[in-house]
């Protein structure tokens, strides 16, 4: 960051997830490139824009039956937040918007042919996170506990999902994540893991374990 508050950056990432529904388990290996730009002043509010492509390489599976696919997907958005430093925790508000494009994608899962068309969506966000980071010379460690709150604004989709060519309803809206992280810092490497706890209108809960290594440059 320069002395105006300035920083210009990109991050190179892989995020290993694990995913927990209620008759079905997921695994995605999702690598994404992001470049952002954040402006901070000396009180501790910001504004950040980012732009990214990832690709996520998804395993479903339903009663021992799994169905391998992949997914490309682009997202562009800004956040706007503030960051308190309140003595032995640091304390980080966000609110934001990203507009995301997902591939559409084809697979066979349980003898059923599953088409899904490419999406178009615009996610809303608000969150606060409570922090503390402990450094030793260049390592810096950081565990976390957050809250976000996600509103899609009840975008529908019609026939975004066609099972053996029946079209089905595809809804995103409302999603309360809770999250428990670990940051580790060496240099410009970084590690983070995390244990997600999600539960929306439109879906039923989803558990989340991932690990995500990262570089920045």
Known sequence: MNEQGIRLGG?????????????ARGKTVYSQATVYATVQNTQGLFVALDLGYGRSNNTITLDDKTANFKRNIVSVGSVIGKKWALGYVDLKTIAGLHYHHLSSVNYELKGAEIRTRSLNLVNYQMGAELSKTWLWNEFFITPSIAVDYFDANRKVFNNAVLVNNNGLQQQFNRSIQYQAGLNMNLGL??????????????????????LNVGYIF
């Open 11 to 23: 991050v190179v990432s892989q995020t290993r997830s694990n995913i927990e529904y209620e008759n």
């Open 189 to 210: 490497w970084y590690v983070r893991t995390a244990l997600t706890y999600e539960r929306g209108r439109e879906s039923s809960s989803a558990k989340e374990l991932s």
